[in-house]
């Protein structure tokens, strides 16, 4: 007889510490068998061969098989749909229960519903858990019980109810004993998947140091100032409530706030999965837009000329990174100067961005263009020359990532400022019946 096992299912929670579904899992009495599944599903969708983030996922991958290898388990690894994938699993094993943790975007919540159906038919258990935020879902409402959509007061419960118990770690080296003995798995290659390894460097994990200065300089763009751990916290080799505690511990409540905003975003998406395509103010989806389709590519290539729009896109392209400032004026500049929907560049950062997070960036570009929660009032546009005067005077973030422009070499703006503001605050104006 094959003997009865649970399955932890890893998805974007890819570390061995801390991790709340692995630690109930190996709390069982049953040894537990680690299971990652290269999704299929989401792989097909991404055109660039070479994404750096399915790079970023294989070489976790790699470090957590040759952790697990030394201890005499392994991580079984799986190329397919989930749909294809858990009937063969459970053919190769006897699985009491599976664990997993929770994932609020809305591919991964109907994923999840078809599984528990399918688990609950072959009698088998279905244990998930809050992982990725501090806050999820109904933790943070309203007095009647309805979510925030506004993050101030949503911040202020937030803040007031945070204390120990939500930040402790998961004591997971207490069951260390309870994997599943198993020779090494061998994980499939990225060619066998269709993709090739990047060649982009991704960001360390060590941000305790940035987080003194990070109220005084996170706002400049050319200073080294903020922690690049989106990537980590998008697939969970760092665990939320880790960064939390060394906010906590070291007093940087401007970054806590930004961990809760990340919070907010998620709560949104979960109560209003309609955002991921329609704007979270249903008026703005009755604006004109342009969408001039060589405007965009302009804006793409960073060929605006507005030097500090072109900055960042070419940061973006080159890296796959961009500083949250200049987030904030490219998504502007797109959907304000150049009235192209928020939903192309959004698609655009979907596609690029290393920490490309589907509710922070919904939420980011629905702000930025006015349609979302706590928006700048659409009125409110970011002048694209004052911005840099104030967050990049000496043109020291420009000169990195645009030299050209030094040296007098870059293309004239494809649009005058002045003109571009009157022509959206008429479109906007029409459309919002303001
Ligand atoms: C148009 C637009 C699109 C964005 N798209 C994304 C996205 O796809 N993924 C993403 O993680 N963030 C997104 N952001 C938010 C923010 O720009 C990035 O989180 C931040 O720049 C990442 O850099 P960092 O890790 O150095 O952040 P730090 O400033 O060091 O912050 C630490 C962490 O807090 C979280 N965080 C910080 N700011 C925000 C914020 N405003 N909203 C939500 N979470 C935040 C992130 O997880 C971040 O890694 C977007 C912002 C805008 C304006």
């Known amino acids: 007889m094959k003997s009865e096992i649970n399955i932890c299912w890893l998805r974007r929670d890819l570390r061995l510490e801390d991790n709340a579904a ?21 792989l097909s969708k991404l055109t660039d061969k070479t994404d750096a983030r399915v790079t970023f996922i294989h070489q976790t991958l790699n470090t957590l ?29 006897t699985v009491k229960s599976v664990y ?12 999840d519903d078809a599984l528990a159906e399918y688990l609950r038919s072959e009698q088998i258990g279905f244990h998930t858990f809050k992982d990725q935020v501090i806050f999820e879902k109904n933790e943070i ?12 007061p949503y911040f202020r419960q937030w803040q ?41 460097d991704f960001p360390k994990k060590d941000f305790s140091s940035k987080l003194d200065l990070y109220e005084d300089k996170r706002d400049f763009p050319a200073e080294d100032a903020t922690t690049y751990l989106g990537i980590h916290l998008r697939f969970g080799t760092l665990s939320i409530r880790e960064a939390a505690r060394a906010a906590l511990a070291q007093k940087a409540e401007k970054w806590l706030s930004e961990l809760a905003w990340r919070d907010f975003y998620m709560m949104i998406l979960w109560h209003f999965p309609h ?17 001039d389709e060589s405007e965009f590519e302009a804006w793409c290539q960073g060929n605006t000329g507005y030097p500090i729009v072109d900055a960042g896109m070419r940061q973006l392209n080159k890296t796959g990174y961009m500083h ?9 500049f797109l959907t304000k100067h150049l009235l192209v929907d928020w939903r192309w560049g959004e698609a655009y950062f979907a596609e690029k961005l290393l920490d490309y ?14 349609s979302g929660n706590d928006a700048a009032p659409y009125f409110r546009i970011f002048n694209p020359e004052l911005q840099t005067k104030k967050f990049d005077p000496e043109f020291k973030y420009i000169d990195r990532w645009l030299p050209a422009y030094k040296q007098q070499k870059h293309v004239q703006p494809i649009v005058e400022h002045a003109f571009a503001r009157e022509r959206v605050l008429k479109v906007f104006k029409e459309a919002l019946n303001e």
Request: glycine share 6%; net charge neutral; with cysteine.
């Open 357 to 370: 997070e589907m509710a922070s960036n919904i939420g980011g570009w629905q702000w930025a263009c006015g």
């Open 65 to 93: 098989n040759s952790r697990l290898q030394k201890s005499g388990s392994s991580i079984l690894t799986r190329y397919g749909s989930p749909e294809e994938v858990w009937p063969e699993i459970l053919n190769s094993y």
């Open 160 to 200: 007031q109810k945070l204390n120990e118990f939500y930040v402790k770690a998961y004591p997971i080296e207490k069951y260390a004993g309870n994997f599943l003995p198993l020779s090494p798995q061998e994980i499939p290659s990225l060619f066998d998947m269709g993709f090739e390894t990047s060649d982009l």
């Open 324 to 332: 949250n400032r200049v987030r904030m004026i490219v998504a502007s």
């Open 141 to 152: 409402t309203k007095a009647d019980g309805k979510p925030y959509t506004v993050f101030t």
């Open 22 to 42: 692995l630690y109930e899992a190996l709390r069982s009495p049953f040894p537990v068998l680690l299971l990652f599944i290269f999704d299929k599903n989401i």
């Open 275 to 291: 955002t991921v395509s329609q704007s979270f103010k249903p008026a703005y989806d009755l604006i004109k837009w342009r969408n």
């Open 100 to 111: 997993t943790n929770h994932d609020y975007e809305p591919y991964a919540r109907e994923r």
